[in-house]
């Protein structure tokens, strides 16, 4: 019903800069958070930004001051922009959305298929 495509990861060199996209299409009445996750092998997925439909954002602690969250609510996308990479920001990043179908107010959540992001020392 929904599909999500990302875009954006690759190989940049430390101290670099990605802009990672994730767009939304399909089933959808409205979008309510918007979110980047990350998973390392063998660890577990942790939560890298947040947005909400006002436009609140927050951030992991490892990626303040260096990654921005923002969506763009008339195209169904949200954005991470990530600066001054570190080799230890290497990984899969993962776009979670949480939407509803219908004005019914039922909410349902949503995963990308990953974008790998490489920062080489």
């Known amino acids: 019903q929904v599909q999500l495509v990302e875009s954006g990861g690759g190989l940049v060199q430390a101290g670099g800069s990605l802009r990672l996209s994730c767009a939304a299409s399909?089933?959808?009445?409205?979008?309510?958070?918007m979110a980047w996750y990350r998973q390392a092998p063998g660890k577990q997925r942790e939560l890298v930004a947040a947005i909400t439909n006002g436009g609140s954002t927050n951030y992991a602690d490892s990626v303040k001051g260096r990654f921005t969250i923002s969506r763009d609510n008339a195209k169904n996308t949200l954005f991470l922009q990530m600066s001054s990479l570190k080799p230890e920001d290497t990984t899969v990043y993962y776009c979670n959305l949480e939407l509803k179908h219908s004005e019914l107010n039922y909410l349902y959540t949503y995963w990308g298929q990953g974008t790998q992001v490489t920062v080489s020392s």
């Open positions: 399909g089933s959808i009445f409205s979008i309510n958070a």
